[in-house]
C-alpha cells in the first residue's frame, strides 16, 4: 500500500467547465445543507470522514455527552480532522472537528473556532424564521474576517 489509512481520498466530481466556474462556488453548493451551527456546542463534529483533512484517528474513543446529558443520546468521537470551508468572502476556513461516526451530521462551533483562531475576537450567530442566517467571525477592531451562510435544516 503506497498510502496510511489516514490519507485524504479525494471524490471525483465530473462537470461542464464553464467561463464562470469557480471552485469556491462548487464548495459552498456541496456543503450548504450539511453545515450546521450551534453556539452552544464546544467542539464541531462531523459524521462524514470524507469531508475530513489531515485526520486522525484517536487510540481510544471519546465519549460525547449531548445536550440532555442521557446516556441513551451519547456517541464516541473516534479520530479529529480539520474541515476546511470556503467563507462567503473566499477565504479558507480551517475548523478542528471531531470525527463521530453514527450520527447525523455536522456541526459547526463558532465558539470554538474563535478559540482556536487568535485574529478572531468575537463572533455573531444570526438566523431567521425563513430558515437562513449566517455566522461572522471578527477581529479586535469589529472588523468581518469572515461570514458563513446558513441554512435550516428540514429533517
Keep these: 500500500m503506497l498510502y496510511s489509512e489516514s490519507t485524504r481520498k479525494i471524490a471525483q466530481v465530473q462537470m461542464d467547465l464553464k467561463d ?3 471552485i469556491c462556488n462548487v464548495l459552498k453548493k456541496q456543503l450548504t445543507h ?3 451551527g450551534d453556539t452552544g456546542a464546544n467542539c464541531g463534529a462531523t459524521n462524514d470522514l470524507s469531508l475530513l483533512w489531515d485526520y ?3 487510540t481510544t ?6 445536550y440532555d446529558g ?3 443520546s451519547q456517541c464516541f468521537a473516534t479520530g479529529v480532522g480539520v ?4 467563507s462567503n468572502n473566499n477565504t479558507t476556513m ?3 472537528m471531531l470525527y463521530t461516526p453514527g450520527t447525523t451530521g455536522t456541526i459547526l462551533s463558532p465558539d470554538r473556532y474563535m478559540m482556536d483562531n487568535i485574529n478572531v475576537q468575537a463572533f455573531t450567530h444570526q438566523g431567521n424564521k425563513s430558515g437562513s442566517g449566517a455566522i461572522s467571525f471578527q477581529d479586535k477592531n469589529g472588523k468581518d474576517i469572515a461570514t458563513i451562510a446558513m ?4 429533517d
Excluded at 61 to 66: A, G, K, V, Y
Design 20 to 22: 464562470s466556474f469557480n
Design 34 to 36: 450539511q453545515l450546521q
Design 56 to 58: 486522525r484517528r484517536l
Design 61 to 66: 474513543p471519546i465519549p460525547i455527552t449531548t
Design 70 to 72: 442521557s446516556k441513551d
Design 83 to 86: 474541515l476546511k470551508i470556503i
Design 94 to 96: 480551517s475548523w478542528m
Design 151 to 154: 441554512t435550516r435544516r428540514r
